[in-house]
């Protein structure tokens, strides 16, 4: 089965940076569209960034502006460019497929300290 690992997550103040990296194990991100998630506590698993199998791109209107997502096919890795990050975007950070989401992977802790 195809394997989600996400990386890149840590501690930093508000409006710092972070970029986050979604590596499969399977060569899938050329053929299926990804999306970024992320899940505070006490809050349900919500969509922040999505990119369609040809680049298409959407994201949740709390991150516009700020967040970007981008695929690196020959690598069959996802990265999440995250700036002028704030508190409230403290949360454990997962990567998926779209339209028939795979296993989740561990995620990647983001914690932002005002």
């Known amino acids: 089965q195809v394997q989600l690992v996400e990386s890149g997550g840590g501690l930093v103040q508000a409006g710092g940076s972070l970029t986050l990296s979604c590596e499969a194990s399977?060569?899938?991100?050329?053929?299926?569209?990804t999306g970024w998630y992320r899940q505070a506590p006490g809050k349900q698993r919500e969509m922040v960034a999505t990119?369609?199998?040809?680049?298409?791109?959407n994201y949740a209107d709390s991150v516009k502006g700020r967040f970007t997502i981008s695929r690196e096919a020959g690598k069959n890795t996802v990265y999440l460019q995250m700036n002028m990050l704030k508190p409230e975007d403290t949360a454990v950070y997962y990567c998926?497929?779209?339209?028939?989401?795979?296993?989740w992977g561990k995620g990647t802790q983001v914690t932002v300290s005002s």
């Open positions: 998926n497929t779209l339209l028939k989401p795979l296993t």
């Open positions: 399977g060569r899938i991100f050329n053929i299926y569209g």
């Open positions: 990119i369609t199998s040809i680049g298409v791109t």
